[in-house]
């Protein structure tokens, strides 16, 4: 172990908003089609802190859960609860420790409810894996954090999902993510000119419905559909709508956004049941009465944040209307970086 005592590892990673393609980073889907995603990242974030101990003891606390275990410190902790920490421990002192324990407080929080559709599952994961990289000094560059991530979460603790989440939170920023065979990523930053940048961010709002979802159900029909022609040609559209959207963004043309976002919507609601409920078709049509140009909810679906486009000029009323039905709405920011590390003296 590299740090002191009085020595504590923070990181954080951002959450990000699914603009276009999100399905298509799902196996087997991407694997034998090869899926495309535009995503970017924004002004909230998942936290990991790293402080080691001198009692052989491992702390796991869930800051926004209100949750703590205490533990003793072995190399693997089958009775921990909190299984993003259980998972991304036991990877990181297996395969950068030598397999020896890592007395330390790891303690988490998150800037979103749980299940919000903003992938901040994997945004926590990143996090907790880029802080241990910099506790034991792993050499693993950008690509290497989001794969491990990736395995951490879906195989090693079994939860279902893609691969986007955690390249976004990774890597940060507007980013167009081809998801290929064999595992391979490809991660093409775009560069949004800032008069594009700041219309596009300027006509978002993002509404939390007001319930937090599980997405397995819905991630699993996905999965198990690919063997029907009508989920894999909404699939391709999806992909399209990726391509679609990103031109769409790089020209600046919002309208054309809307167009593209309300047309992926159309076709990601035929990729599983439940991906709609009845209070996101509530929000929706108070967001089309009070000046919503297009709208679609990010993640898997089911509940969680709903992301709409509007003329700037009308975002605030949209605000206060969506607010007035009950939801939880406002701006939103992007933000260029990803993951970030530090170090701090207690």
Not at 221 to 227: N, P, Y
Not at 238 to 259: N, P, Q, S, V, Y
């Amino acid at each position: 172990m590299t740090l002191e005592l009085h020595t504590t590892i923070r990181a954080r990673a951002p959450l990000r908003l699914g603009l276009a393609g999100g399905g298509t980073d799902l196996s087997p889907y991407c694997d034998e089609f090869g899926g495309a995603v535009l995503n970017t990242t924004i002004d909230r974030f998942a936290y990991a802190f790293i402080s080691p101990r001198d009692d052989d003891m491992v702390v796991f606390r869930a800051k926004d859960l209100n949750r703590e275990e205490v533990l003793h410190a072995t190399p693997q902790l089958p009775e921990a609860k909190l299984l993003l920490h259980r998972g991304v421990y036991e990877r990181m002192v297996r395969d950068h420790n030598g397999g020896r324990a890592i007395p330390a407080t790891i303690t988490t929080t998150v800037d979103a409810p749980l299940g919000s559709g903003l992938g901040s599952s994997s945004a926590l994961v990143v996090a907790l894996v880029d802080a241990f990289r910099a506790l034991l000094g792993a050499p693993l560059g950008q690509y290497d954090v989001a794969h491990l991530a990736f395995e951490i979460e879906r195989i090693d603790v079994g939860l279902a999902g893609g691969k986007q989440d955690q390249y976004a939170a990774a890597f940060g920023g507007i980013n167009f993510i081809e998801f290929l065979a064999n595992d391979r990523v490809i991660v093409n930053p775009l560069r949004v000119s800032d008069s594009a940048r700041n219309e596009f961010e300027s006509s978002l709002v993002v509404c939390f419905s007001g319930r937090s979802r599980d997405a397995t159900v819905i991630i699993e029909q996905q999965m198990a559909g690919i063997v029907d022609h009508s989920t894999i040609a909404a699939m391709d559209r999806l992909k399209a709508e990726a391509i679609e959207m990103k031109h769409a963004l790089l020209a600046g043309d919002t309208f054309e956004m809307a167009r593209i976002l309300d047309a992926s919507w159309r076709a990601k609601k035929m990729t599983a049941a439940g991906i709609s409920t009845d209070r996101i078709d509530q929000l929706y049509d108070v967001a089309f009465i009070n000046g919503a140009l297009a709208g679609k909810v990010s993640g898997a679906g089911g509940g969680g944040f709903v992301m709409f486009i509007v003329h700037p000029e009308d975002r605030l009323g949209l605000i206060d209307a969506l607010n007035a039905a009950g939801g939880s709405a406002g701006p939103v920011k992007f933000v260029e970086r990803g993951c970030e590390t530090w170090q701090v003296r207690r």
